[in-house]
């Protein structure tokens, strides 16, 4: 199996950037889909954005769209989570999974880290 470790969270003002990281340990991560997903206080856990096992396709939420870029190093064993034009709304814990393929769907990844905490102050 494969584990995760989230990094790169922290505190930021709105209209900022952040660039998550994803890293992994155990089995190589070129194996897996790996998505990010989010989670704010008192709501689901949401998707953000996925990507292939290559690195060359990738899915993002119709919220992030135009404001992040996931992008992986298999070599590193790690993927990222590049995020512009921060806004308050994009407050919460932000996790990364992996699994089988790339898929909005939480219920399709099988392996998730411990998450990194995000927060966009006004």
């Known amino acids: 199996q494969v584990q995760l470790v989230e990094s790169g969270g922290g505190l930021v003002q709105a209209g900022g950037s952040l660039r998550l990281s994803c890293a992994a340990s155990?089995?190589?991560?070129?194996?897996?889909?790996v998505g990010w997903f989010r989670q704010a206080p008192g709501k689901e856990r949401e998707f953000v954005a996925s990507?292939?096992?290559?690195?060359?396709?990738?899915l993002y939420a119709d919220s992030v769209k135009s404001r992040c870029t996931i992008s992986r190093d298999n070599a590193k064993n790690t993927v990222y989570l590049q995020m512009s034009s921060l806004n308050p709304e994009d407050t919460a814990v932000y996790y990364c999974?992996?699994?089988?393929?790339?898929?909005?769907?939480?219920?399709?990844?099988?392996?998730w880290g411990q998450g990194t905490q995000v927060t966009v102050s006004s």
């Open positions: 999974a992996a699994g089988s393929f790339t898929n909005s769907n939480r219920n399709a990844y099988d392996y």
């Open positions: 155990g089995r190589t991560l070129s194996r897996y889909a």
């Open positions: 990507i292939t096992r290559s690195g060359g396709n990738s």
